[in-house]
């Protein structure tokens, strides 16, 4: 059982920042893939970033390529959304996802075994 703990939502204005954080529990982290998701009232949960255990990142809207950057800290069990230039259509529940096999590639969620509860990103125009 892999716990996993989303932080740093919160409200801001178009063209603000946040940095959302993960943690996830488990001896092997370095091993995990990790996907960041978001779903927004009405739409289907969308992939944002995964990042392999390579350490790759891959962005798979083209709306936050540029905008959006992630990265992880494998001794801290910690994965990074760092999210600039933030637009209202931005507006959702951001999810951290992980793979513990590490093989997840896809946006499918079902690739991901363990989620968090999601923490609300708002941004006002």
């Known amino acids: 059982q892999v716990q996993v703990m989303e932080s740093g939502g919160g409200m801001v204005q178009s063209g603000g920042s946040l940095r959302l954080s993960c943690v996830a529990s488990g001896r092997t982290f370095s091993a995990y893939a990790i996907g960041w998701f978001r779903q927004a009232p009405g739409k289907e949960r969308e992939l944002v970033a995964a990042l392999g255990w390579a350490g790759a990142t891959t962005y798979f809207p083209d709306s936050v390529k540029g905008r959006f950057s992630s990265s992880r800290d494998n001794a801290e069990k910690a994965v990074y959304l760092q999210m600039n230039d933030l637009k209202p259509e931005d507006t959702a529940v951001y999810y951290c996802?992980?793979?513990?096999?590490?093989?997840?590639?896809?946006?499918?969620?079902?690739?991901?075994?363990?989620w968090g509860q999601g923490t609300q990103v708002t941004v006002s125009s």
């Open positions: 996802a992980v793979d513990p096999t590490g093989m997840a590639t896809g946006d499918s969620p079902n690739e991901y075994a363990y």
